[in-house]
């Protein structure tokens, strides 16, 4: 009897020693709480850079919105500046000197009313290209044809048909051009050396 008492004593004592390493094998891992911190710390720095990335986008957008908004236009007033240089231009020199005062004095008002949208436009960032002995640029200007010069280094810029007009770092209007053709090959930038169908359209 006595002995039976004692096994029945150490299976009881057994059972007890083994139920806690039976709950923590079937329990699940819970993270410490360093591992926790850093986790959080980690997931507030990705945020922070988030906030900080949308920031600068947004920044970027007002800007070329501000920029650019007056883009449609300022396109619409260079056809009126163009239109106030063909009338100047109509008039040769020799009829111009030989003009009453009357005629002088309209003419000085074309030229100040042309005069004053071309600084109307560049206070809003517009500015002219005129390109005459420039390199030829594809993302600024359009060949309209070429020009046989064996004196001129091929791909120089020889005649302006129409000033072209950028705001900001984007094309208003490519300026018309007059391209040299037969001379010695000019020195050649990587933007240069795309082709008509490679470069960058920077239009607005």
């Known amino acids: 009897m006595t002995e039976?008492?004692?096994?029945?004593?150490?299976?009881?004592?057994?059972?007890?020693?083994?139920?806690?390493?039976?709950?923590?094998?079937?329990a699940p891992e819970?993270?410490?709480?360093?591992?926790q911190v850093a986790e959080m710390k980690e997931q507030l720095l990705r945020t922070l850079a988030d906030m900080e990335n949308l920031r600068r986008r947004t920044e970027r957008e007002v800007k070329d919105a501000r920029q650019y908004a007056v883009a449609n236009f300022a396109?619409?007033?260079l056809q009126v500046g163009d239109n106030l240089r063909r009338a100047l231009d109509a008039l040769?020199?020799?009829?111009?000197?030989?003009?009453?005062?009357?005629?002088?004095?309209?003419?000085?008002?074309?030229?100040?009313?042309?005069?004053?949208?071309?600084s109307a436009l560049e206070q809003h960032g517009v500015r002219k290209v005129s390109p005459l002995g420039e390199k030829f640029d594809p993302n600024f200007h359009q060949a309209m044809f070429e020009v046989p010069n064996p004196e001129v280094a091929s791909g120089t810029v020889v005649q302006v048909v129409q000033d072209g007009y950028k705001i900001g770092d984007r094309v208003l209007r490519p300026a018309m051009v007059g391209v040299a053709r037969g001379g010695p090959k000019a020195a050649s930038s990587p933007a240069n050396d795309m082709g008509p169908s490679e470069h960058v359209d920077k239009t607005v």
Do not use: F
């Not at 819970?30 to 591992?35: F, G, I, Q």
């Open 4 to 26: 039976d008492k004692r096994t029945e004593n150490e299976t009881l004592e057994g059972a007890a020693a083994e139920a806690p390493a039976a709950r923590e094998s079937a």
């Open 30 to 35: 819970t993270p410490s709480a360093d591992a």
């Open 75 to 77: 396109r619409d007033m």
């Open 92 to 118: 040769p020199a020799e009829a111009r000197a030989a003009a009453d005062s009357a005629l002088i004095a309209l003419l000085e008002g074309v030229e100040m009313t042309e005069r004053g949208m071309l």
